[in-house]
């Protein structure tokens, strides 16, 4: 679509300076698809997202009210001198993932609100006793039935009040008195209602009121109509017809009914289908599918052990403290002592330590020579620790320690599918609401396909504009190759980069034109097979009208832009600036680094050799675990292994939620539960595990490098050791910004102020005690080398590596830094300024400096993430002097460049979700080519074989 006459034909960017920007001016085109590459740190995300999606969000706020901007706050202009052309912007990123647990791929795609308005209309209800379905009738309806089933025979016209309930019923009984009823059917007989009459209150019973007893004929309706009207106002807009001859009964109802039970449902309304309502929601977890149940085997994991060496791990070892004085109370009274194994102590009195009585026990205290019936009624260690776990009022630490106790497990009542029972008898083309929420979106598309030619007429009518809305959003969702989801799969457990793509198909869904969508690598976890398919779908945001900026490394997104921006030429103070800019063939032909990997001029090279190994190997028997069909892997060991196939195939799943803590359980007793499998062998060939993520390395602006790795209590350390710090008497924590003394006061050491944003996220301007040096004036005049401590925090990795480099134990840890290619950060940079590759390359740094046993497993889920070619090659050079000191390092992973170096690949597959979870081929690149079977293997071909 082309701009409109008097639009801005492109977005102009002028002096930009933001991090580190070097005053760039930049001409992104309209209505085009725009991709920013450039080397990790170089500035790509300056540009897009603190420049460009800042100053079109600044925009936004400026237009509101003064009323509504008082509780937005005002925010800064980025560092820029003018932005024009600028569209409405709207930022799809990856860090944006909701972690709340109600949030589903439904809920986020609004495909499941479609559903529940297509079900509370279309649907027909079936009766959960018998599996009839149900029927509702109007008074005229029930009158006619009445006399066609009834007619010449004795009836009672009965009110349903209590169905299969517990209780006395007296007061009921006086209130039906009160307003004239005389006799009442009580579990099938006819009573007459007495004063003070109750029943048995342990017992279930049935009431109906009896309303009129008559005679039906087919002239006169008045009486009829007149009983089923004042029956339908008592029984909630049901009644009974009894047989007074047969003892036979019948039910008619105004709502949903069950014919032969007279069960009735509430008629239905999207919120009946909803689990975020009370009135769909499952009453027994609160609509989450999971509720927290104790976990015996962690509260009792040894019962050998008797109570007082701490058999019952919550309690510990014996204390004189009143839980133990309890429990020797309960063991005398049951013939048993706290020091028998908790195997022989009988199982009611097990029953009581873990659940709790009311009962009254003696309670004697040899040390303080009590004897006493005073007891309270003891609460039971389950109970005890439910208290904990869901007491919100106390500080972390209670809740904490409970959760180790605690297992979450399917909901027994609604089954895992979040709703009331009755709502999954709610079909349609005999499928509730739930079975259509668990299908794959590629098995749900294919269910919606031809679905009116099997609804009847009414439903046809109703569902036809309904299933046009799903269809189409169903098919964005798979356009961006997320088939093997299912719209129940929980919005937590999505990787940043399937939340991102749920976003995107959600923004296409919303068809807006002229907006400004800008998007940071929405590549992330998608196999090479995929790819093109998210190209197509971004083509067709640009098509619809919009403008498009990515943020992205992946060469086939690159050739496919309409216009690249390259910003380079390096990282950090050496990057900020544009080395090119153009059509993808444009940018190809300049020498920058991208331009040079483009061409193929540089490549990472294939190893030579594939290592042997060290010949032992992990091994994950029978994992189950989501959609694995029981597959048995064999990892070796003292190798680089690459886990891959395609999205949904069931990767992060088998090493992530099954390998990774099974190895964590047994090496370190972690709490995380592995997904279902048989055994783990060969444990003894590992001492340790490690995963390194892309997660942020700190949450705040105190977090930097030079805590992280621990080298800056070092740098203190050697501070306190200056003559000037000796006579001043300072310690090494004067030199710390997080204790008082040495610090800034103003900002509390942090060097930045915080602006708490309602609604957005927080800001953080330059303190202005010490200008963002975060010591006071007391402590910056102590100096080593010409340097305080502030400006030491200033430092380059480079730079700091020169000034260190006769200081063994601080020159250890920063030259790892530096050899993981981040020589070009400072050792104070705030870790929230830092992107995913660069964080993931601090922990990895930190790794390589500690010592290593030569038997650490690695762990990685997709460390390209956010790297550009050049830092691939950088990153590669690391993990094989990993696994060069013997270790073993497993990544997951669809970067071809990764993959090809590996020495080991496990492909699994064929499909994603359902259609995966199998091993496709495993071996050397070459063996996996040359056995041709799987996407991996023919993508792999393609890559390596390219210039052949």
Request: net charge positive; glycine share 8%; proline share 4%.
């Amino acid at each position: 679509m082309t701009p409109q006459k008097g639009e801005a034909l492109e977005i102009d960017v002028q002096g930009a300076r933001v991090h580190n920007l070097k005053n760039i001016d930049v001409v992104i085109p309209r209505n085009k698809l725009t991709v920013i590459t450039g080397l990790s740190g170089s500035g790509k995300s300056s540009l897009a997202f603190d420049t460009i999606y800042a100053e079109g969000q600044r925009r936004y706020i400026e237009t509101l009210s003064a009323y509504a901007r008082q509780f937005l706050g005002t925010m800064e202009r980025p560092d820029v001198d003018k932005i024009t052309g600028l569209s409405p912007v709207i930022s799809i990123e990856q860090k944006t993932t909701n972690r709340n647990p109600r949030s589903t791929v439904g809920t986020v795609t609004e495909v499941y609100d479609f559903l529940r308005l297509l079900f509370a209309r279309a649907s027909i209800a079936y009766s959960m006793n018998t599996g009839e379905e149900m029927v509702r009738y109007t008074d005229e309806q029930i009158v006619k039935l009445i006399v066609k089933n009834f007619k010449d025979k004795k009836v009672a016209v009965l009110a349903p009040i209590i169905k299969g309930r517990k209780g006395h019923y007296r007061e009921l009984f006086e209130q039906f008195r009160k307003k004239g009823y005389l006799y009442a059917r009580i579990n099938g007989e006819i009573t007459e209602l007495r004063p003070a009459m109750k029943l048995d209150r342990y017992k279930t019973h049935y009431i109906e009121l009896l309303v009129d007893k008559l005679k039906v004929t087919g002239d006169d309706t008045k009486r009829l109509s007149a009983s089923i009207n004042t029956a339908m106002g008592q029984g909630k807009g049901t009644i009974m017809v009894l047989d007074m001859d047969a003892d036979a009964s019948r039910y008619y109802s105004r709502n949903l009914m069950c014919p032969s039970t007279g069960i009735a449902y509430e008629e239905p309304a999207p919120h009946t289908f909803s689990f975020n309502s009370p009135k769909g929601a499952c009453p027994r977890c609160n609509g989450l599918g999971t509720v927290a149940e104790a976990d015996m085997k962690r509260i009792i994991p040894d019962t050998k052990l008797s109570i007082k060496k701490g058999g019952i791990q919550p309690l510990g070892p014996y204390k004189s403290t009143l839980i133990f004085w309890q429990l020797e109370a309960i063991a005398s009274k049951y013939g048993f002592t706290i020091n028998d194994p908790i195997e022989n102590i009988p199982e009611d009195a097990m029953n009581v330590i873990l659940y709790g009585s009311e009962e009254q026990f003696t309670l004697k205290n040899a040390e303080l020579g009590v004897r006493s019936n005073y007891f309270l009624s003891f609460e039971g260690v389950i109970s005890y620790i439910h208290s904990y776990h869901n007491n919100d009022e106390m500080n972390g630490r209670g809740p904490k320690w409970a959760q180790q106790f605690i297992q979450h497990v399917v909901c027994p009542i609604c089954e895992g599918t979040r709703l009331k029972p009755e709502v999954g008898w709610f079909r349609i083309d005999g499928k509730s609401i739930s079975d259509v929420a668990n299908l794959d979106i590629e098995e749900l598309a294919k269910w919606l396909q031809g679905l009116e030619d099997r609804l009847n007429p009414k439903q046809r009518a109703i569902a036809i504009e309904i299933l046009k809305e799903i269809r189409e959003r169903v098919s964005f969702l798979l356009d961006v190759g997320l088939g093997y989801l299912s719209l129940n799969r929980g919005a937590a457990s999505l990787s940043g980069g399937e939340s991102q793509r749920i976003r995107l198909a959600t923004q296409i869904g919303s068809k807006l034109v002229n907006v400004l969508y800008i998007l940071d690598e929405p590549s992330i976890g998608l196999h090479q097979r995929d790819n093109i398919r998210l190209i197509e779908s971004l083509q067709q945001l640009r098509d619809s009208g919009n403008s498009v900026i990515v943020v992205e490394h992946d060469e086939e997104m690159i050739l496919s832009a309409d216009h690249v921006v390259d910003i380079g030429p390096l990282a950090g103070r050496q990057g900020g600036k544009i080395v090119a800019q153009g059509t993808p063939q444009e940018v190809s032909s300049t020498q920058s680094l991208t331009a040079r990997y483009l061409n193929h001029e540089l490549e990472i090279p294939i190893p030579e050799k594939r290592r042997k190994g060290n010949g032992k190997s992990i091994a994950v028997v029978g994992a189950k675990g989501n959609n694995l069909k029981d597959i048995s892997v064999k990892i070796p060991l003292g190798k680089f292994v690459c886990v891959t196939g395609v999205s949904g195939s069931g990767k992060s799943t088998l090493i992530n939620e099954t390998l990774h803590p099974a190895l964590s359980k047994k090496l370190y007793r972690a709490m995380d539960e592995p997904l279902q499998y048989k055994s783990l062998e060969g444990l003894d060939n590992i001492d340790k595990v490690v995963e390194v993520s892309q997660a942020p390395i700190g949450r705040t602006p105190r977090s930097n490098p030079a805590t992280y790795t621990g080298v800056f209590t070092d740098i203190r350390k050697l501070f306190e050791m200056t003559p000037e710090a000796k006579i001043r008497g300072y310690k090494a924590g004067r030199f710390s910004f997080n204790v008082k003394g040495g610090r800034c006061e103003v900002c509390k050491g942090a060097g930045v102020q915080t602006i708490e944003m309602n609604f957005l996220p927080d800001v953080y301007v330059t303190c202005k005690g010490c200008n963002g040096r975060r010591y006071n004036r007391e402590t910056l005049e102590v100096k080593y080398k010409g340097k305080s401590i502030s400006e030491v925090l200033d430092m380059t990795i480079n730079q700091a590596v020169i000034f260190f480099e006769n200081i063994p134990s601080i020159f250890q840890k920063i030259k790892t830094l530096q050899d993981v290619g981040l020589g070009y950060i400072t050792l104070g940079q705030q870790s929230t300024t830092l992107s995913g590759g660069e964080s993931q390359r601090v922990k990895l740094a930190s790794e390589l400096a500690k010592r290593d046993t030569g038997k650490t497993l690695y762990i990685l889920d997709e460390p390209t993430t956010g790297l550009h070619f050049e830092d691939v090659r950088v990153l590669l050079n690391v993990l094989n002097l990993l696994v060069d000191k013997g270790n073993s390092v497993i990544v997951i992973e669809h970067n071809l460049d990764v993959i090809k170096v590996a020495d080991h690949i496990i492909d699994l597959g064929p499909e994603g979700g359902a259609k995966g979870g199998e091993i496709v081929c495993e071996g050397t690149p070459e063996e996996v080519i040359l056995g041709k079977k799987g996407y991996t293997a023919e993508y792999l071909h393609k890559h390596i074989y390219r210039n052949s």
